[in-house]
């Protein structure tokens, strides 16, 4: 059986995101199951279309954000819903969103981007997590 | 070990200026499209693919021909093994 890695995808700024999103690609590439567990503002960024707009950036570093935003840009770097994709290609990766966020938040599966794939409750995560080799909190 | 950058390989990805995890992106693609015994070569100039390449490689139980550093990038090749 392959590895796990559990990751609480908390946060939904595109700094945050992007780091989710490239250790989620890491942990595809390397033969790893990853389940990414979406909740409060990580299942705000994921709601349909929001990605194409969403600039924020963690409060701490707001002076930074179009700095960094440019950056990429100039770069050419993948955004994170890009790796994100990109790691679903090459690797077992399982988007679930939080039931209670959902709920608080008066959402369903469906206004949610496509690459989500079901929304789940926390006891569920927690059983898939007890097992996984890296579990992360972003 | 000059002849060795002239491997000749089935399928050549150039990944320099992507950066990571792009270059490994493109060699796990890349891999997936070629028959078992065919080569590949990645050239990439990220610093932290040099490192992941190998190490990806060895994982997924290929067959890494070698790491050849040009001017400014790095040229993997590697083996389909399975």
Not at chain 1, 25 to 41: H, N, P, Q, Y
Not at chain 1, 56 to 80: L, T
Not at chain 2, 51 to 67: N, V
Request: hydrophobic share 45%; charged share 25%.
């Amino acid at each position: 059986m392959a590895e796990r890695m559990s990751l609480v995808l908390f946060s939904g700024t595109v700094d945050k995101l992007m780091a989710a999103s490239i250790l989620a690609t890491g942990g595809a590439a390397m033969g790893m199951e990853v389940d990414i567990f979406l909740t409060t503002w990580g299942i705000e960024a994921f709601r349909a279309g929001a990605y194409k707009t969403n600039q924020k950036v963690s409060a701490d570093f707001e002076e930074y954000g179009p700095v960094m935003m440019e950056a990429m840009q100039v770069k050419k770097a993948p955004s994170w819903m890009e790796n994100l994709k990109g790691a679903k290609e090459i690797g077992e990766v399982t988007i679930s969103a939080c039931s209670m966020t959902m709920e608080l938040f008066g959402l369903q599966l469906s206004d949610l981007e496509p690459i989500v794939d079901e929304v789940t409750g926390v006891a569920t995560f927690v059983e898939r997590a007890r097992e996984s080799k890296i579990s992360l909190f972003i | 070990m000059s002849e060795a950058v002239n491997i000749a390989v089935d399928k050549e990805i150039d990944a320099r200026g992507s950066f990571c995890p792009g270059p490994l992106m493109e060699l796990i693609r890349g891999i997936k499209t070629l028959p078992v015994g065919g080569t590949l070569a990645v050239l990439s100039s990220d610093p932290g693919s040099t490192k992941d390449i190998p190490a990806w490689i060895q994982k997924a139980r290929h067959e890494l021909i070698g790491a050849f550093p040009e001017n400014g990038y790095t040229r993997f090749v590697a083996r389909k093994a399975h």
